[in-house]
Structure formats: C-alpha cells, structure tokens
Antibody, heavy 121, light 108 residues
Framework: QVQLVQSGAEVKKPGASVKVPCKTS????????IHWVRQAPGQGLEWMGV????????NFAQKFQGRVTMTRDTSTSTVYMELSSLRSEDTAVYYC??????????????WGQGTLVTVSS | EIVLTQSPGTLSLSPGDRATLSCRAS???????LAWYQQKPGQAPRLLIY???SRATGIPDRFSGSGSGRDFTLTISRLEPEDFAVYSC?????????FGQGTKVEFK
C-alpha cells in the first residue's frame, strides 16, 4: 500500500535550518510528483512547493523562494524539504503529499503524517 | 494567485442532517480542478473529491461535489458522527495551488 512516512517533531532556534524527510513506498517513486504543504497552529493549509522525483526539478511558492530547497534520493525513494533562516512564523506542521495522477498539479491523494517544526529561542 | 473563500466558517449540525459547504474562487478554476479534503484534529487531510465532482477511492457516496467556474459545493447528504471535522477546498488547476481557509462542521 502507498505510504509516505515523515520524521518526528523538531525544535529549532530562529535563524537555523530544518530538513524534513518524506520516505515513500508502495508505488513507483519516479512516477508521481510530491508536494509540500504546511499548516500553522489553528490555521489553514499553505502550499510550499513541488518536486519531480524523476528529474529533481522543482517549483516553489513565491513566498518561500530563496529559503526552501527540495531534493530527492531515488535509491531510498525519499524526498526532502529544507527550510532555512527559520523564524517564529515558520512554526507549523509540515506535510508531504503525493499527487493523484502523473501531473504537476493534481489533487493530493496520499499524505505523510506531518512533522511539527517549532521555532523558538 | 487564485483566492478561495469558504462559507460558512462554522456549520453547527446534528447527525442525520444535510451539510452544504461553499467554496468561491476569485477567478475561474481551470478545468474545474477543485478538490475537497476532510481533516480531523491531529491528522493529515484526507482527499474526498477531485475535479469538482469525482469521489476519491473509498469515499462514501453521501459525499458529493458540484459546481464549475468560480462556485463549488460539497454536500454531505446525511451526517454521520465521524463526519464532524474541518473541510477545505483546493484548486489544483495550476501554479500555485491554493486552499480555502476551511469550514468546521461541528455538533449542534
């Protein structure tokens, strides 16, 4: 069965970076784009960007340009999201999500369980 | 960027009631690429509807989606106890994908 498994909660200081893995299984890794979405406490969902696991190309929300990096490791079927220069407003649950079909922009049919990143001095 | 506005913010209903949730886009959504998700506290979102009216795998038929252009609706025909949650719409027709702020369906 399709699974996206993320790492546990992280606590970071302002100005630091966080790298969140999303290990996938149960399907052909290179056939489906992976998106990252975050949710601040009590808030709605916010799209951050997308990576093509096949070639590694990416597209990011303008808000995160210059601060976010998305990479993948095809040998372990894992994608990574790294966010730098963290500030308190980045405190949120970060989700990876797989698209429903082989298109950049599609609905997300499988989600990771989420990783809580807390930014605090 | 397409802004999605959901209404109402909160819907207070009882089990067995019909729930009607609205999602309005600031501009026409390409190819009716509109999805609905259900989210319960501490859980990841769950895909209910994609392409405005297609049910995702395993979703009960009491959930239905409709609409086109700028106006979309999620209907839950008869609420079950497990349906009390937050529902969010998302347009996935192009970049950037955007989400509505959510509608909470709570016990009356």
């Amino acid at each position: 069965q399709v699974q996206l498994v993320q790492s546990g909660a992280e606590v970071k200081k302002p100005g630091a970076s966080v790298k969140v893995p999303c290990k996938t299984s149960g399907y052909t890794f290179t056939s489906y784009y992976i998106h990252w979405v975050r949710q601040a406490p009590g808030q709605g969902l916010e799209w951050m960007g997308v990576i093509n696991p096949s070639g590694g190309s990416t597209n990011f929300a303008q808000k995160f340009q210059g601060r976010v990096t998305m990479t993948r490791d095809t040998s372990t079927s894992t994608v990574y999201m790294e966010l730098s220069s963290l500030r308190s407003e980045d405190t949120a649950v970060y989700y990876c999500a797989r698209v429903r079909s082989s298109s950049w922009y599609e609905a997300f049919d499988y989600w990771g369980q989420g990783t809580l990143v807390t930014v605090s001095s | 960027e397409i802004v999605l506005t959901q209404s109402p913010g909160t819907l207070s209903l009882s089990p067995g009631d019909r729930a009607t949730l609205s999602c309005r886009a600031s501009q026409s959504v390409s190819s009716n690429s509109l999805a609905w998700y259900q989210q319960k506290p501490g859980q990841a979102p769950r895909l209910l509807i994609y392409a405005a009216s297609s049910r995702a795998t395993g979703i009960p038929d009491r959930f239905s989606g409709s609409g086109s252009g700028r106006d979309f609706t999620l209907t839950i025909s008869r609420l079950e106890p497990e349906d009390f949650a937050v529902y969010s719409c998302q347009q996935h027709g192009g970049s950037p994908p955007t989400f509505g702020q959510g509608t909470k369906v709570e016990f009356k």
